[in-house]
């Protein structure tokens, strides 16, 4: 019987029901322009069925077997066309649980060479936005209430109170980070990969914000 406690000691604790969660991999891609450190981001095809014309990062669904490493190297490849020598994957940033039953797995990577190349099936656009910019700007936040809508044939004789259950609400921060480019096209980086950005900027500033030549 106490064998079975020294095995529970030495046991590293799961997501509870994660099998449910659709996991994603994205990178969070780094440039040296100029004695500046860069942030690239992309432009969805208007081609796409999901989320056209959305500002995201490199990145996409896990596929079966696949760590979310492997899925942020296979994807970043795929849509910027670059070669496996070009973008070294630096280290990971924290991971992202949305109450849509979604799990992100993020990547700093450091691009090298790159011409500015991407996958126009998938891509319809790139820019880079200084990262001192995210550094000094904090993004504006909507909170959104999330809450539970039961279905119809849900057994409310079986909870106290009934149709009355008062139930938990919670609450989902929606981030907007706004840049005007030298350009002056005014771009709204916002939803997950706005909060992606946002912890990445916390990360890098406690590890004391790397100089480009670090890098």
């Not at 630096?90 to 799990?103: C, E, H, K, Q, R």
Request: with cysteine; charged share 30%; glycine share 6%.
């Amino acid at each position: 019987g106490y064998r079975m406690f020294e095995t529970l000691a030495r046991r590293r604790p799961r997501i509870v029901d994660e099998n449910l969660y659709r996991k994603s991999a994205v990178v969070i891609p780094l440039i040296g322009e100029k004695d500046e450190m860069k942030v690239l981001f992309e432009v969805r095809s208007d081609k796409l069925r999901t989320q056209p014309g959305e500002i995201c990062f490199p990145g996409g669904s896990c596929e079966k077997g696949e760590r979310p490493r492997q899925t942020a190297l296979r994807e970043i490849c795929e849509e910027l066309q670059l070669k496996k020598r070009q973008i070294q994957l630096i280290g990971p940033a924290d991971i992202f649980i949305s109450p849509f039953n979604m799990m992100i797995y993020p990547f700093f990577g450091l691009l090298k060479d790159y011409k500015n190349t991407y996958n126009a099936s998938e891509v319809g656009e790139i820019f880079t936005v200084p990262l001192k910019f995210f550094c000094s700007h904090k993004p504006q936040t909507w909170e959104q209430k999330v809450r539970i809508e039961p279905a119809e044939d849900f057994p409310w004789e079986r909870v106290p109170g009934g149709r009355n259950y008062p139930w938990r609400q919670g609450r989902y921060p929606v981030c907007f980070y706004e840049y005007e480019g030298a350009d002056g096209c005014v771009r709204h980086i916002w939803g997950l990969t706005a909060k992606i950005m946002e912890n990445a900027v916390s990360i890098l500033k406690a590890e004391q914000m790397p100089s480009e030549k670090e890098l």
